[in-house]
């Protein structure tokens, strides 16, 4: 009897287990066509479907403050890196004369776009660099540094010393709404 079951169970499984298909979340922007989607992305398992967070790479255009949170004006962009922005550089750069992008990231925008994301107003900050005290000497890399959503609409605006719309950025957009913001350091 042992011998049965155990014969048979592995059968079962792959029998049962495309039923039970769970996407999980892609990374942001490290994989194929990131940041590409425009509305959450859902799974179904078993009989429930989940809402999983969706990422979206923009260049931001403006940062507006409200009393639901805020409003990011944004630009949507295609982000590779690795493999991946090296294959994407060698088909749209042919003549270019490297062997891959020169900081191992490549950036496609076609069409400058202009699309509104409503934030939640517990939106999570997360900064890679930008101007803290008003003196060159003092703008330095300090990787994953949380402010608020508050402070980001500040510094946004402060374009003296170092202009934040220059950096491409992570959305992470539940239920409609971004709920995290990541910025991407460029060299």
């Known amino acids: 009897m042992k011998n049965w079951f155990t014969a048979l169970f592995p059968l079962a499984l792959i029998v049962m287990l495309p039923g039970l298909d769970a996407h999980a979340p892609s990374s942001f922007g490290f994989l194929a066509g990131a940041g590409t989607g425009t509305g959450a992305k859902s799974s ?95 703008i330095e890399i300090k990787a994953d540094e949380t402010v608020t959503f508050k402070k980001f609409k500040e510094l946004f605006q402060q374009t003296d010393l170092l202009d934040l719309s220059q950096f491409p950025y992570h959305l992470t957009l539940k239920e409609g709404k971004v709920v995290r913001i990541v910025q991407q350091y460029v060299p």
Request: proline fraction near 8%; charge should be negative; glycine fraction near 8%.
């Open 44 to 138: 179904t398992v078993g009989m429930a479907e989940l809402q999983l967070p969706e990422t979206v790479t923009v260049y931001l255009n403006a940062v507006s403050l409200d009393s639901d949170g805020g409003v990011l004006t944004v630009d949507p962009i295609l982000w590779y890196q690795g493999d991946e922005a090296a294959a994407i550089f060698a088909e749209r750069e042919p003549e270019a004369g490297f062997d891959g992008p020169p900081d191992g990231y490549y950036i496609v925008n076609d069409a400058v776009e202009s699309v509104n994301y409503p934030v939640s107003p517990e939106a999570e900050v997360i900064l890679q660099i930008y101007d803290r005290t008003g003196k060159p000497e003092d």
